[in-house]
T-cell receptor
Framework: AQSVTQPDIHITVSEGASLELRCNYS??????LFWYVQSPGQGLQLLLK??????LVQGIKGFEAEFKRSQSSFNLRKPSVHWSDAAEYFC??????????FGTGTRLTIIP | EAGVTQSPTHLIKTRGQQATLRCSPI?????VYWYQQALGLGLQFLLW???????NRGNFPPRFSGRQFPNYSSELNVNALELEDSALYLC????????????FGEGSRLTVL
């Protein structure tokens, strides 16, 4: 079955530290992959997307993600987090069926 | 350019009542998606409409229904409300030429008492 897994429910990072959020997918081919961010009580905002080509994609707010076919992963990274990055992060995949399948999300807490 | 707009922002109903949620997609987008985000359950796909037709449906009972109007706006109806229907309902639109990127509204918070 096609699925997206985010193994970490909650991550706490110090402000200024680096960040990596994990995402794995299960699919027989390469899906279209996305990372979204959701601030409390808000909708989802697209951070970045991967369709094909360069496996390192740059997004908004200083985020990047790397697609690794061998590991079926699409991890999100940021070199230095800011307090405003505290939010819930969702990885999603389009497996060719015209809808996005979302992971369960990772809640990011930033400590001073 | 206006984004996806949803109304109402908040809605409080009692068990057994009906709720209607509305969504206007980004101008030029013909596909509308509905997702349910209940506490602790992530985003669950509800419905997909394109060009006025229901194209796909998630694993939800028939009391969840909707429609898409000629101007591509959409409404989601939930009949015979149950307590577990309390959730944030998110609407998203997609450009038909796009490879799957969705643009989300702010959501409608439904509380069932």
């Amino acid at each position: 079955a096609q699925s997206v897994t985010q193994p970490d429910i909650h991550i706490t990072v110090s402000e200024g530290a680096s960040l990596e959020l994990r995402c794995n997918y299960s699919y027989g081919a390469t899906p279209y992959l996305f990372w979204y961010v959701q601030s409390p009580g808000q909708g989802l905002q697209l951070l970045l997307k991967y369709f094909s080509g360069d496996t390192l994609v740059q997004g908004i707010k200083g985020f990047e993600a790397e697609f690794k076919r061998s590991q079926s992963s699409f991890n999100l990274r940021k070199p230095s987090v800011h307090w405003s990055d505290a939010a819930e992060y969702f990885c999603a995949g389009n497996f060719g069926n015209e809808k996005l399948t979302f992971g369960t999300g990772t809640r990011l807490t930033i400590i001073p | 350019e206006a984004g996806v707009t949803q109304s109402p922002t908040h809605l409080i109903k009692t068990r057994g009542q009906q709720a209607t949620l509305r969504c206007s997609p980004i101008s030029g987008h013909t596909s509308v998606y509905w997702y349910q985000q209940a506490l602790g359950l992530g985003l669950q796909f509800l419905l997909w409409y394109d060009e006025g037709e229901e194209r796909n449906r998630g694993n939800f009972p028939p009391r969840f229904s909707g429609r898409q109007f000629p101007n591509y706006s959409s409404e989601l109806n939930v009949n015979a409300l149950e307590l577990e229907d309390s959730a944030l309902y998110l609407c998203a639109s997609r450009n038909p030429g796009n490879t799957g990127e969705l643009f989300f509204g702010e959501g409608s918070r439904l509380t069932v008492l």
